[in-house]
């Protein structure tokens, strides 16, 4: 058992300690994990290695990757930044080198025995187990001490130590510190409102349905997606997520709650089929190197005349994500629209005078026009 003093604070009905560990505790008890799919993982030695002093082999080892998770991936740079920060502050001994707290997350109830005056005021008792508490937030600074634990295994670490939160209230003040304050990539928001580890239906069915068309080995979009931000993917999942959240809310809207319901048990199988039939309308341009078609505004154009597209193959094969009528409802844009229209110092750059949403609205005009033509 670990012991520590603590200083118990409750805020509107929710109490948590403030605390110090010294930076041997912190490598003995906290897990570090961090938000991946196994199917988005690069396979080992792809990465390039820069010359480095912290030994990532040994540090990537401390570091478990699942849906489970919740923190964002590894950003290197920033772990030897802080690293570098932190030798400093030891060598000039005139700055602290982590002043503000980090946030602690413990697995089970922990124990507070009131000492003294005060009932705030007293000890902290911790189970001595590995892992039994997790970082919310100051991950990267933890890791960055867990580098350099022989060196700066004296230092003692402030922390705000919470033993009482369920899964829920976990990731909402995750995501309330990080969306607020350090900007957390937005595609990494998409993916755990996905996951559904805080509600919105619309979300987590437009979450789902990227993560299909990015790993779907017969998706013409496997593994174009940068599902969490980061990665080998051309096109961000944010703003994709966003013009199909906003698809599902219009059909609802206009169609009734029975349209929307039909949408949202079979938008993976339209998509799939829905890409695979844009990608046989566009050969040329979507094999190519020097088209735009796969970027994040063609494929909202894409997303936003989807309706359109239901409709038309409704009318021909009297199912809307039936493949073969989707391919009859897009033939179209083969003839009307064309691969040079995506040519990217063509037809794309000259259409982009109006910026990026300009060209969205631009491309989805023609598409319409191009649908009618049937």
């Not at 490598?27 to 030695?45: H, T």
């Not at 003294?116 to 991950?139: C, F, T, V, Y």
Request: proline letters at 5%; hydrophobic letters at 40%; a positive charge.
């Amino acid at each position: 058992m670990i012991t520590v003093p603590a200083h118990k604070v409750k805020q509107f009905g929710v109490e948590f300690y403030q605390a110090s560990f010294s930076a041997a505790d912190i490598d003995r008890l906290v897990r570090f994990e961090v938000l991946g799919y196994a199917s988005a993982e690069e396979p080992p030695g792809k990465r390039r290695r820069r010359p480095s002093r912290i030994n990532w082999e040994l540090l990537e080892k401390r570091i478990t990757r699942g849906e489970a998770a919740f923190q964002r991936p590894l950003i290197r740079r920033k772990i030897e930044e802080l690293l570098k920060y932190y030798r400093e502050c030891q060598e000039a001994g005139n700055l602290p080198a982590i002043p503000g707290a980090v946030i602690i997350i413990a697995e089970r109830r922990l124990q507070f025995a009131p000492g003294g005056a005060s009932r705030s005021l007293g000890l902290l008792q911790i189970p001595e187990e590995p892992g039994i508490l997790r970082a919310l937030d100051g991950q990267h600074r933890l890791l960055a001490l867990h580098a350099a634990a022989d060196e700066l295994k004296g230092m003692e670490v402030p922390a705000v130590v919470f033993d009482n939160l369920d899964d829920r209230q976990v990731v909402e003040l995750f995501v309330t510190i990080n969306a607020k304050h350090t900007r957390l990539n937005p595609s990494h928001l998409i993916s755990l409102a996905g996951r559904r580890l805080y509600t919105n239906e619309n979300q987590a069915l437009a979450h789902d349905v990227i993560r299909a068309l990015n790993e779907t080995e017969s998706s013409p979009l496997a593994g174009e997606i940068r599902i969490l931000g980061v990665g080998r993917g051309k096109v961000s999942q944010a703003p994709l997520a966003e013009e199909m959240v906003e698809l599902l809310e219009t059909v609802r809207k206009i169609g009734g709650e029975q349209r929307a319901k039909e949408l949202r048990e079979g938008a993976r199988r339209f998509f799939l089929n829905y890409f695979k039939a844009i990608a046989a309308a566009f050969p040329k341009a979507w094999a190519g190197r020097k088209y735009s078609i796969k970027t994040g505004t063609a494929l909202r154009a894409f997303i936003r005349v989807s309706p359109d597209v239901m409709v038309a193959a409704r009318e021909s094969k009297k199912d809307s994500f039936d493949a073969a009528g989707i391919r009859e409802a897009v033939a179209p844009w083969s003839e009307r629209i064309g691969d040079a229209r995506f040519e990217t110092e063509g037809a794309w750059r000259q259409k982009q005078a109006g910026g990026t949403r300009g060209t969205v609205e631009i491309l989805v005009r023609e598409l319409k026009d191009a649908l009618r033509s049937r």
